[in-house]
């Protein structure tokens, strides 16, 4: 291999690596936004089907009744109020 190639080439596999995990890192993001996605829908569908909720039932009252359900457990609390929240149910 030709010695003034090789800066050329190492930059090409660099840009070429970049890309890959760039591409990947966004996969994963879409993959994520889509979970996030099906699993607030699952939980609207538990709140709709839920016995015993009405508008007195504080969010206190709702986690003690419900709150080791799957449904309820994967769904963040910010995510519920259509905002990003870091906090875990």
Not at 5 to 23: I, M
Not at 52 to 64: I, K, R, V
Request: aromatic content about 6%; glycine content about 12%.
């Amino acid at each position: 291999m030709d010695a003034d190639l090789l800066p050329a080439c190492c930059c090409c596999s660099r840009r070429a690596w970049f890309e890959e995990q760039h591409g990947r890192a966004k996969a994963r993001e879409e993959e994520e936004a889509a979970r996030r996605k099906r699993a607030v829908e699952r939980f609207g569908s538990y709140l709709r089907h839920a016995r015993g909720l009405d508008g007195a039932t504080t969010w206190d009252e709702f986690l003690d009744e419900h709150g080791r359900d799957k449904d309820v457990k994967e769904v963040r609390l910010g995510a519920v109020g259509g905002r990003e929240g870091d906090g875990d149910l």
